[in-house]
Every structure is written in C-alpha cells, then in structure tokens.
C-alpha cells in the first residue's frame, strides 16, 4: 500500500455496512401540484376515464406544471429529492414529460439541473417530450411529433438541458413509427435514448429500443422472450419499477425467469411521478421488488447500483467502489445487508457520502 495512503484518516464505523451510494435511475421527479384527490376517486370507484373527462389524469399535471413558475417547481421537487437523498441516493435521472410544449419543457429541464446544483447529488435529465399527448395537439399525433422532434429537442439540447430522450411508446401514448422518429432526431444529436416499454401490452416497443441501442427498455410487464433476446444482445437494461406496478393494481408479473435466463442486467427505480408512482424512497422499492416480484436481495441490490449506474448512462464512473470511481457511499448500521430490503417506513441511512464528502449524518436514535 503506498505510503500516502496509509496516512489517511481513519474511521471505525463500529461493524457497520458500507454499500454505495443508491442510484435512481428512473424518475418523473419534476412536477407541478400532485394528485392525491384522484387517488381517492378511483379508490371510490370513479374510472380513470371519467376523471379524464372531468379535466384530471395526466392533463393536470401538464396544468399545474404549466402554471408553477421556476421557484415554486424547484421547492415542490426539492421535497422529493430531499427524501431520496435521506434513503442513500447519490445519482438520479429526472425526466421532462409534464410540459409538452417547449417554455415548460425547458423549465422543467432548467429545475432538474439546479436540483443537482444545490443538493449533493448528480442529476441526469432526460427529455421526454413524447410522454403524452397535449390537448391543444388532439387528434394530431404527427403533428406533435414534428414539433417534438423538429423544434423542442434541437432547442434544448442546443441549450445543453438534455443528457438522454426517452419515449412512452404504448397504445396510449406514441406509436412505433412516431418513437422511432424520436430516436433518430436524437441519434442525429449523438445522445442517448431510453424507452417507456411494454408496460400495458406487447407492443414491440422493447425490440425498437435495443436496434438503437437503448441505455434501458422500463416497465416491461408484458415483455415476451424474443424481445428479451434483442435487449440482452443490445446491452440494454431492462429497468423495473414495481411502485407503478402496486400503484396501478397490475396483475402481469415482469418475465423475471426469462430476463434471468438470458442474463440481462435488471435495475430498480422508484418511476417518482404524481400518477401512477408517487414514491420518494428507493428502499421501499427495493421490498416490494422482492416480494411482488421475487427478486432475491442481491438482484435488488445489484438494481440500485452496478445495473442502475448502466441504465443511468454512466457506469464508467458509477456502480462500484473502486479508484477511479465516484466516491459516493452509504453507511447502514444493520446486522445485516439484507435488512435494506427488509424493513420499510423505518430510517435506515446514517451517513451519506457524495464525491467524498460527508453530506448527510442521521443523529443517534433519530
């Protein structure tokens, strides 16, 4: 060992564990109000259709995030972070997606990258502008697109606010045809691409982000073995996010079996969103994806880490405790690793680390 090294200060953290620290590498985490009154009509039995109708669903989200200014969107946001920094997060990709038009876009984009200014945190931003349809676009999908692809990407990405471009490609959201061309404006950026796939139906969605080489296809309930074949040969990660899966009361189970077969690197997220997700802690994600899905502790584990650092678009620099690398990690004072997906609703974390630096510390008994 070279002599400088052993020089450096020492600490006994008295038998704790060390992990690194956790990366939420799938999150809506900017928005504008939340939606907790729709929550309770569903549960009352009115349908998301219905509550489309009365001006709800995701256009009032759009609404709301429309209406905040720059100041009120980044002290909501802050909140959440501030929530899943406290669970041992470091790194986080915060999505665009509740604008769709480009001044609210471009705030969106503009909140996320102060969030990673201010907090002891590394934020990547995605763009997704192809997340839904506006109203003042209705009926004219194409149309949309053009200005997606045409007009808001080349502007924010000239303006330095996008890292990658994810797409939601469903039956209720894009085509295969119309994300495709989300993906090829952005190949013509030389940036990454992610996708919103497989979620609602077997839409081909998955196979289309592999041919482009996507960072990671998320969701995947209804993902079939040919498409996992194409994930696996592109390298891409197949990203789980069961907060949605609980929250949306879905039945289809992710094919686990298939993905570990083929070995296809699986990460974990907490999809942070006020609709179907509204989750700030990526340990609880960490419980249910064992228990609703069966994942063993070292896959969760390895999900919010080594696989997270790839979906997250650097791994190169995230994903392990070596030199070279970043160094952010948590300290759990537990018996053992496997209490992280074990207990939920309790403080775990005592202290935080990010690029050295001790930024957070939970009291004794706290």
């Not at 009509?41 to 009365?54: C, D, F, N």
């Not at 004072?333 to 050295?356: D, K």
Request: net charge negative; hydrophobic share 45%; with cysteine.
């Amino acid at each position: 060992m070279p002599h400088e090294i052993t020089q450096w200060p020492r600490e006994d953290l008295e038998g704790a564990w060390v992990t690194l620290g956790l990366i939420d590498c799938h999150t809506h985490l900017v928005y504008g109000g939340q939606r907790a009154d729709e929550f309770a009509q569903r549960l009352a039995g009115v349908s998301y259709e219905e509550i489309a109708r009365q001006g709800g669903g995701i256009v009032s989200t759009v609404r709301a995030t429309r209406a905040a200014d720059e100041t009120t969107l980044f002290t909501q946001s802050a909140a959440r972070l501030e929530a899943l920094l406290a669970d041992s997060v470091t790194a986080i990709e915060i999505k665009s997606g509740y604008g769709l038009d480009l001044p609210t876009e471009r705030k969106m984009l503009r909140v996320a990258r102060q969030l990673g200014e201010r907090y002891p945190v590394t934020v990547r931003t995605t763009f997704l502008g192809a997340h839904a349809l506006p109203p003042e676009f209705a009926g004219r999908a194409d149309d949309y697109i053009d200005e997606v692809c045409n007009r808001m990407l080349p502007a924010l990405a000239d303006e330095g606010l996008v890292d990658t471009v994810d797409v939601f490609c469903e039956h209720i959201g894009f085509t295969l045809a119309q994300s495709e061309r989300v993906f090829e404006a952005a190949a013509k950026r030389g940036l990454d691409v992610k996708m919103h796939a497989e979620q609602l139906s077997n839409s081909g969605s998955a196979a289309l982000a592999a041919r482009y080489r996507a960072l990671s296809a998320d969701h995947l309930e209804f993902l079939d073995e040919a498409a996992i074949a194409t994930i696996k040969e592109a390298g891409t990660v197949a990203v789980l996010l069961p907060g949605a899966y609980y929250f949306i009361r879905e039945t289809q189970l992710p094919p686990l079996d298939l993905l570990r077969r083929y070995q296809v690197p699986i990460a974990i997220s907490t999809d942070s969103n006020p609709g179907t997700s509204p989750v700030t802690s990526l340990l609880l994600m960490m419980n249910m994806a064992t228990t609703l899905f069966r994942m063993t502790v070292p896959e969760v584990l390895q999900g919010v880490t080594r696989h997270a650092a790839r979906a997250f678009g650097d791994a190169e620099h995230y994903g392990a405790l070596a030199a070279g690398r970043r160094a952010d990690f948590a300290v759990w004072p537990v018996q053992s690793i496997a209490e992280l997906a074990y207990w939920f609703g309790r403080p775990l974390c005592a202290r935080v680390v990010c690029r050295g630096d001790i930024v957070f510390e939970r009291q004794p008994n706290a």
